[in-house]
């Protein structure tokens, strides 16, 4: 099975900050990875797919990039509204499997 | 506006089965794999099943293979996961997601979920 780890578990940060999370998977995934972003309660919801691609309606601040085995995921300017958990996934190979979360918060 | 409405959760006894439904509405159901994806209480994400299209391709997470059985009725628009030989470690909210496109896809887009205990 492919691992995806994340880094980092959490973090806190203030209103307008730029925030990166990263996502490494155990083997070449070519970009057949997304992330997700679940707010408590909530079913998760698609912001980045094909590693890079931003889903319609998603606001521009929200962006993705790598490729291989190495990603990222940035929120250019921070917004209360983006308090959540997120989460990356690969689909290159069965079983998908989901990196464990990372949990963003307002300082 | 696509939807998708899960049911058929509850409390069910280690060993018992129990059968999730999904009823999808606002695209094209047979166009598309569907996937159930579980979360253990206040745990990640877990991928446990895919369908293709057709329904007949169908994929599974090692420790359901053989308890759980994903199946679809396309003239319905639903989706449905067969789950037998519960265990405690299957408690979760399972969610219906629709593929964006086949099997190798993300998945686009999650039903509300469905709550499934399982306890003695």
Not at chain 1, 17 to 38: F, G, K
Not at chain 2, 66 to 90: C, V, W, Y
């Amino acid at each position: 099975d492919i691992q995806m780890t994340q880094s980092p578990s959490s973090l806190s940060a203030s209103v307008g900050d730029r925030v990166t999370i990263t996502c490494q998977a155990s083997q070449d995934i070519n970009n057949y990875l997304t992330w997700y972003q679940q707010t408590p309660g909530k079913a998760p919801k698609v912001l980045i797919y094909d590693a890079s691609n931003l889903e319609t309606g998603v606001p521009s601040r929200f962006s993705g990039s790598g490729s291989g085995t190495y990603f990222t995921f940035t929120i250019s300017s921070l917004q209360p509204e983006d308090v959540a958990t997120y989460y990356c996934q690969q689909y290159e190979t069965l079983p998908r499997t989901f990196g464990p979360g990372t949990k963003v918060d307002i300082k | 506006e696509v939807q998708l409405l899960e049911s058929g959760g509850g409390l069910e006894q280690p060993g018992g089965s129990l059968r999730l439904s999904c009823v999808a509405s606002g695209f094209s159901f047979s166009n598309y794999a569907m996937t159930w994806v579980r979360q253990a209480p206040g745990k990640g994400l877990e991928w446990v099943s895919t369908i293709s299209g057709s329904g007949n391709y169908t994929y599974y997470k090692d420790s359901v293979r053989g308890r759980f059985t994903i199946s679809r009725d396309n003239s319905k628009s639903m989706l449905f996961l067969q789950m037998s030989s519960l265990r405690a470690e299957d408690t979760a909210i399972y969610y219906c997601a629709k593929c964006r496109w086949g099997i190798r896809s993300d998945f686009h887009f999650w039903g509300q979920g469905s709550r499934v205990t399982v306890s003695s």
